[in-house]
């Protein structure tokens, strides 16, 4: 890739020295949509109709509308700075990287957009899933509702989710 211009280094060498910072950041932001993005996904097919299902549906509809750079600026300036002001504690820095509170954030700003397609599809395949027959059966059988959802819905309705996630 030869020298740097402005560096005066070889450019393989910069660029390996950013790449591990931007691999944990796109590790962190990836863990962060799918494990948010599952749970309100599942909790909005559950409770659908109520404020949870609203609620969650409006997440997604921020994590789709916003780009991730306006997003970044955003939480930068509402949880970065005037959180801080009106607390007087730096819950989450927006300078530097190398703790955990300071790559929150940027994890954040960069993993809601995954975060409401991930929702969005879970929300929809536990829809599905619920009303299958073998979900009416087991209700049947006496079985409760956390066994009903978690041994039989969840575990159907995430494959879309792991598929859509293993090709981002």
């Not at 940027?106 to 809601?112: E, K, Q, R």
């Not at 899933?129 to 087991?138: E, F, M, N, S």
């Amino acid at each position: 890739m030869g020298v740097s211009l402005t560096y005066n280094r070889p450019v393989m060498e910069i660029v390996s020295e950013s790449f591990l910072v931007s691999a944990d950041l796109g590790i962190r932001a990836l863990l962060f949509a799918v494990i948010a993005g599952v749970l309100l996904g599942a909790v909005a097919a559950i409770k659908r109709g109520s404020v949870w299902d609203s609620f969650s549906m409006f997440v997604a509809m921020i994590g789709v509308s916003v780009p991730s750079f306006i997003m970044g600026a955003l939480l930068q300036y509402f949880l970065g700075l005037q959180l801080r002001k009106w607390t007087g504690v730096n819950i989450f820095p927006i300078v530097g990287w190398g703790s955990f509170k300071q790559s929150l954030l940027p994890a954040f700003a960069l993993g809601l957009g995954s975060l409401a397609t991930v929702s969005r599809l879970m929300r929809t395949s536990m829809l599905d899933v619920l009303g299958q027959d073998y979900i009416k059966t087991a209700k049947a059988k006496g079985l409760s509702q956390r066994k009903i959802l978690w041994r039989h819905a969840m575990r159907n309705a995430i494959m879309p989710v792991v598929t859509i996630m293993a090709r981002q």
